[in-house]
T-cell receptor
Framework: ETGVTQTPRHLVMGMTNKKSLKCEQH?????MYWYKQSAKKPLELMFVYSLEERVENNSVPSRFSPECPNSSHLFLHLHTLQPEDSALYLCASSQDIPGLAGGNEQFFGPGTRLTVL | AQSVAQPEDQVNVAEGNPLTVKCTYS??????LFWYVQYPNRGLQFLLK??????LVKGSYGFEAEFNKSQTSFHLKKPSALVSDSALYFC?????????????FGTGTRLKVLA
């Protein structure tokens, strides 16, 4: 496997379910990101981890809970979601210097298409 | 506040013609600027970036972009469009002087190249 992978690719869940999205990067990067992509809206940055430490958290509801056990893996735990949370969830990684914004591009996974019923 | 604007939801161009996808930005410091492309059911793919130096940046698949500081623009261009260029294009900016990890993305422009 190369690049950034995400599983599952599609997920349908009820509002009372608990599920997790998984992201894995095989690029040796030190920063990982979760984005939400909804139609006609800019990409919304949800969380950023650098060297396994959360460095950005953009006022995301607590029903979304990230976890970064090591620099290659990132999870997004979901519970009691709402229908408006239906979207494409994208994971990305980059090589960044902690505390200093760099000019390195992000590499994105294919996304998980989430539908909340 | 930092922001990126892509004023066109969709751009249509005939195959073989030049194409331009527009992007303007607003940041408090010096920007790092990026273009990404998204094909159906795929994540975003990096096309090119401006960090410093020459205002004309060349990237993947024959695309280029021109950084214009006075107009705060970073338009994406290609001299001759292909049908396979049809996709969703995103401009992004990062204020590298603030120490933030935040990339600000535009709403995207759908490019349709007609055969």
């Amino acid at each position: 496997e190369t690049g950034v992978t995400q599983t599952p690719r599609h997920l349908v869940m009820g509002m009372t379910n608990k599920k997790s999205l998984k992201c894995e990067q095989h690029l040796g990067h030190n920063a990982m990101y979760w984005y939400k992509q909804s139609a006609k809206k800019p990409l919304e940055l949800m969380f950023v981890y650098s060297l396994e430490e959360r460095v950005e958290n953009n006022s995301v509801p607590s029903r979304f809970s990230p976890e970064c056990p090591n620099s290659s893996h990132l999870f997004l735990h979901l519970h009691t979601l709402q229908p408006e949370d239906s979207a494409l969830y994208l994971c990305a990684s980059s090589q960044d210097i902690p505390g200093l914004a760099g000019g390195n591009e992000q590499f994105f996974g294919p996304g998980t298409r989430l539908t909340v019923l | 506040a930092q922001s990126v604007a892509q004023p066109e939801d969709q751009v249509n161009v005939a195959e073989g013609n030049p194409l331009t996808v527009k992007c303007t930005y607003s940041v408090s410091g010096n920007p790092y600027l990026f273009w990404y492309v998204q094909y159906p059911n795929r994540g975003l793919q990096f096309l090119l970036k401006y960090i410093t130096g020459d205002n004309l940046v060349k990237g993947s698949y024959g695309f280029e972009a021109e950084f214009n500081k006075s107009q705060t623009s970073f338009h994406l261009k290609k001299p001759s469009a292909l049908v396979s260029d049809s996709a969703l294009y995103f401009c992004a900016v990062r204020d590298h002087t603030s120490g933030t990890y935040k990339y600000i993305f535009g709403t995207g422009t759908r490019l349709k190249v007609l055969a």
